[in-house]
């Protein structure tokens, strides 16, 4: 429906509806950001203060980093984990995904749709299993445990290897015609032409593994090795529930988010225009 002056009525609506659920989503986010910068006794007025009228920013800020929970500690424990395990995963499910997408071998589709159904299992049902796998392993209470659980994807094999299939036999034919090996192929023809669906799997690993709390609960116990989820609730058992404080330290855990995805989000929306185009 356009009315005389050429104005889309039902864009219009629709445009106003996005605003209005973009700002109802965006809500919490920046009631943490105005929470983090307030004194105490300002947090839980109503109706909301979005401004602050007592700024306390400094104070609240530095206590989180400064005071006596090494939060430091906690941020770099999880850039580690988070880092090492988006590299090791995007690695392992890229080169299994090109595997079963462009090698022939015996049994290849019956070995896939058993990965595939695993991935209908509730990651619930495994932990008991893990963590006595774990504690067999030696692994349990250490960074290289958290780093492995995470590291083997059904996901990230799954999307890369539909991906992979859109890469023309053709083109690894005639490569492998003029002597080029199966590694070869992959790192110089097939890796490039899927590195949008690589950097949006990349992405999303390390937003998964970086707000991940269940895991590091469930397998870390010396306090020393903790992530910086676990540290927030500590940190909250600590003070108490000082709520700006823990807004405050909230605010800085999802600082590495935000690089990523502003350096990254170009590739995501690439892929996902990829993926759109295959259908």
Same mark, same amino acid.
């Given at each position: 429906m356009?009315?005389?002056k050429? =104005?889309?009525?039902?864009?219009l609506?629709?445009? =106003?509806?996005?605003a209005?659920?973009?700002?109802v989503?965006?809500m919490?986010?920046?009631w943490m950001i105005?929470?983090s910068?307030?004194v105490?006794?300002d947090?839980l007025t109503?109706?909301?203060q979005?401004?602050?009228e007592? $700024?306390?920013?400094?104070e609240?800020?530095k206590?989180? $980093?400064? /005071?006596t929970?090494p939060? &430091?500690?906690?941020?770099?424990?999880?850039?580690?984990?988070?880092?090492?395990?988006?590299?090791?995963?995007?690695?392992?499910?890229?080169?299994?995904?090109y /595997?079963?997408?462009?090698?022939?071998?015996?049994?290849?589709?019956?070995?896939?749709?058993?990965?595939?159904?695993?991935f209908? =299992?509730?990651p619930?049902?495994l932990?008991?299993?893990?963590?006595?796998?774990f504690?067999?392993?030696g692994?349990y209470?250490?960074?290289?445990?958290l780093?492995? &659980?995470?590291?083997?994807s059904?996901?990230g094999?799954?999307?890369l290897?539909?991906?992979?299939?859109?890469i023309s036999n053709e083109?690894?034919?005639?490569?492998r015609m003029d002597?080029?090996?199966?590694?070869?192929?992959?790192?110089?023809i097939?890796?490039? &032409?899927?590195r949008?669906a690589?950097?949006?799997?990349a992405? &999303?690993?390390? =937003?998964?593994? $970086?707000?991940?709390f269940?895991?590091?609960?469930?397998f870390?116990?010396t306090?020393?090795?903790y992530t910086i989820?676990?540290?927030?609730? +500590?940190?909250?058992?600590?003070?108490? +529930?000082?709520y700006?404080l823990?807004?405050?330290?909230?605010?800085s855990?999802?600082?590495p988010?935000?690089?990523?995805?502003?350096? /990254?989000q170009?590739h995501?929306?690439?892929?996902?225009q990829? /993926?759109g185009?295959?259908?």
């Open positions: 356009t009315t005389t050429g =104005i889309d009525i039902k864009k609506i629709v445009t =106003i509806i996005m209005i659920l973009g700002i989503f965006l919490p986010f920046i105005s929470a910068f307030k105490e006794t947090v109503y109706p909301i979005w401004i602050p007592t $700024w306390n920013a400094v609240n800020y206590s989180v $980093w400064t /005071g929970m939060f &430091l500690l906690l941020y770099w424990n999880s850039i580690k984990v988070t880092v090492l395990t988006t590299i090791t995963s995007v690695t392992v499910s890229s080169l299994a995904a /595997g079963f997408a462009k090698i022939n071998f015996r049994g290849s589709n019956f070995l896939f749709l058993i990965i595939l159904a695993t209908m =299992i509730p619930q049902t932990l008991v299993t893990q963590f006595l796998l504690r067999w392993l692994l209470d250490t960074h290289m445990g780093i492995l &659980l995470n590291s083997f059904v996901f094999t799954f999307m290897r539909q991906f992979y299939l859109g083109l690894i034919e005639s490569a002597g080029a090996g199966h590694f070869r192929i992959f790192a110089s097939a890796l490039p &032409l899927v949008p690589i950097a949006t799997y992405i &999303l690993r390390f =937003i998964w593994t $970086w707000n991940d269940q895991n590091p609960l469930i870390l116990r306090k020393e090795l989820q676990l540290g927030i609730q +500590s940190f909250a058992d600590q003070h108490g +529930s000082i700006s823990m807004m405050a330290a909230s605010v855990a999802i600082i988010l935000l690089i990523i995805f502003i350096l /990254g170009k995501v929306i690439e892929g996902i990829l /993926g185009v295959k259908g």
